[in-house]
């Protein structure tokens, strides 16, 4: 089993950056890939941005340029790097997890409880 808990969150203003992080605790060894999502209430969720076992990442369309994913597995964290950001952006924040160990992590993947981001204008 992995837990999840996302830190950074916070209110910035339009054109700034703010770094999210989010820690994984438990049986970290089972990960494979890590995401971010984010979702606006009423709204679906939406990935943001992936990151594989070997570091390949790829990113939504709305955030190519402006966000950046990183991962430091020795310290079972994940980044999101957040520059130029637009009111469009603000949401609740998601970190999820692919997990592959079968007997460790049955249910295959876990998600934090977020981290609210509000941009304004």
């Known amino acids: 089993q992995v837990q999840l808990v996302e830190y950074g969150g916070g209110l910035v203003q339009a054109g700034g950056s703010l770094r999210l992080s989010c820690e994984a605790s438990?049986?970290?060894?089972?990960?494979?890939?890590m995401y971010w999502y984010r979702q606006v209430p009423g709204k679906e969720r939406e990935l943001v941005a992936s990151i594989d076992e070997v570091g390949r990442t790829n990113y939504g369309d709305s955030v190519k340029g402006r966000f950046s994913i990183s991962r430091d597995v020795p310290k079972d964290t994940l980044y999101l790097q957040m520059n130029s950001l637009k009111p469009e952006d603000t949401a609740v924040y998601y970190c999820?997890?692919?997990?592959?160990?079968?007997?460790?992590?049955?249910?295959?993947?876990?998600w934090g409880r977020g981290t609210q981001v509000t941009v304004s204008s």
């Open positions: 999820k997890t692919d997990e592959n160990c079968p007997l460790l992590a049955p249910e295959g993947g876990s």
């Open positions: 438990g049986d970290t060894i089972c990960i494979t890939a």
